[in-house]
């Protein structure tokens, strides 16, 4: 039988989150890979598992096969779920569109919204926080401008996410060789001031439809991240927080947003104000918390697909926490100079108000699938160089 949604990056646990989330509403899914040893095709709500051409060495082949198997499986749904996959679907909307329910902007608003610069200028002009910023156009300026920095400064890419290409120089001599080793794989990155990393960062998270209306909207607060500088959440909690979702809100509806999203803001403890961090115009790392708060975004976007009209869901349970264990938040562990003050709390693993993003009783498979994932690495060229990509 097809299966009725298409996920790509089975890698990820932000897939198999949203693989369990249509999956235990009985929604049959095809979960897709560069590898077989995809960590959510070991779930149990997985209908179908297949393996395509990687999407970072064989563009074109990959766009074929997903357009092969759309055109000879009926999919109700495709969702994309990382940053190279959504790129190039974006590069082809028109096309998969007529082949299936597609909740991805076209690809120059894409774009647009990738871009850290644009998304942080575009937020300064409507008024909304930002750290202190410096758009490099030419490496003479950093002679010019390395006195007007505070420092620690950040060193950071327009374009990615995570912790991938950021530093932190110290000092005005460190500036200039961070710089150029930034700028060598990121071409001419930004600088920013440092925001104290005590602050809280908080996370809003939004379903809009094709209409520009709200359909859902979920906020949650980051405890623990990994690398301990600054990352992937490994520790989030579901939470309130009524100005960064009315500013986050603005944003997206200044870029006239379709689909998902999560708007990234970090609260700086110098003045107390949220600051506009990033977005990221696609599913986040933390999916799994908010299906369990109570919005299910997957399946409010199957609704979608389905031609359903559905109220807003934007009620849920706060306080709600999720951990990721394996191995996101050991390793948080492991590097955090402080990580006395975690103890004894840190190894409660029964709490009763946390999840956790692969660990389940229910479907416990996908913790042997990320257990397994290693050996991916020795062969797979895709994996090895997402590898390569997160050790330089």
Known sequence: ???????????????????????????????????????AAFSRYCNKAVVYPSPFFSPSDFV????????HHSHRLLLPMEDET???????????????????????????????????????????PIP??????SISDLETLKSSFTYPA???????????????????????????????????????????????????SFLVNENGRVKASFIHKRLREYPVTGGASTLRESARHDDI??????LLKTLDWFGVAMVEFKIDLRDGIPKLMEINPRFWGSLHLSVEAGVNFPYLLYRMARGENFKPVEQYEIGKRCRWVLPGDILHFM??????????????FWQKNTVYDICSFRDPLPVLGRILTPLTFLYDKDMKYRLKKRKT
């Open 335 to 348: 590097y955090n100079p402080k990580r006395a003050r975690l103890l004894p709390d840190f190894f409660h």
């Open 86 to 128: 959504l790129t190039l679907i974006s590069r082809h909307h028109q096309d998969f569109s007529r082949l299936t329910y597609l909740p991805v902007v076209p690809a120059e608003k894409l774009q647009f919204a990738r871009s850290k610069d644009n998304v942080l200028k575009t937020a300064a002009q409507q008024g909304i």
């Open 245 to 250: 979702r009315d500013m986050a809100l603005a």
């Open 154 to 204: 950040v060193i950071k890419p327009t374009m990615g996410s995570g912790a991938l290409g950021i530093a932190y120089p110290r000092n005005s001599s460190e500036l200039l060789e961070h710089y150029l080793s930034v700028h060598k794989r990121f071409p001419y990155p930004m600088i920013q001031e440092y925001i104290p990393r005590e602050g809280p960062g908080y996370g809003a």
């Open 64 to 71: 074929d096969f997903l357009h092969r198997e759309l055109s």
């Open 1 to 39: 039988m097809n299966s009725e949604v298409f996920i790509t990056d089975g890698h990820w646990r932000k897939s198999l989150a949203a693989v369990r989330a249509l999956g235990k509403k009985g929604i049959k899914v095809t979960v897709g890979e560069s590898t077989g040893l995809a960590t």
């Open 132 to 137: 202190k910023t410096w758009f490099i156009n």
